[in-house]
């Protein structure tokens, strides 16, 4: 079965940091593409960061050079640090894997969220 379980979400105050951690089941982790979206009120769900098998790493405009996505092979897990946190970081952010099956078709698997809220 495959999980993926949030974690490191919650409350910074503006310029503070936070660490995301999603923890991901051992059969998908190995080899595949992963990343973070994140979803803010009333907006659509927007990519924040991706790392790539090869280690290839994209940010979005808004958050490159405060936030960094890294994994751990050891732990199955892939880790966002922000840094700087703005209010406008404020949303709700998922991880998700992308497994290429052997028919080409790529499936994204996704964890359950956690919520980053930025206070002014």
């Known amino acids: 079965q495959v999980q993926l379980v949030e974690s490191g979400g919650g409350l910074a105050q503006a310029g503070g940091s936070l660490r995301l951690a999603c923890v991901v089941s051992g059969s998908i982790f190995s080899g595949n593409a992963m990343g973070w979206y994140r979803q803010a009120p009333g907006k659509q769900r927007e990519l924040v960061s991706a790392?790539?098998?090869?280690?290839?790493?994209t940010y979005a405009d808004s958050v490159k050079g405060r936030f960094t996505i890294s994994r751990d092979n050891a732990k199955n897990t892939v880790y966002q640090e922000m840094n700087r946190l703005k209010p406008e970081d404020t949303g709700a952010y998922y991880c998700?894997?992308?497994?290429?099956?052997?028919?080409?078709?790529?499936?994204?698997?996704w964890g359950q969220g956690t919520q980053v809220t930025v206070s002014t």
């Open positions: 790392l790539t098998s090869a280690g290839t790493t």
């Open positions: 998700y894997v992308e497994v290429v099956k052997g028919s080409g078709v790529r499936v994204r698997y």
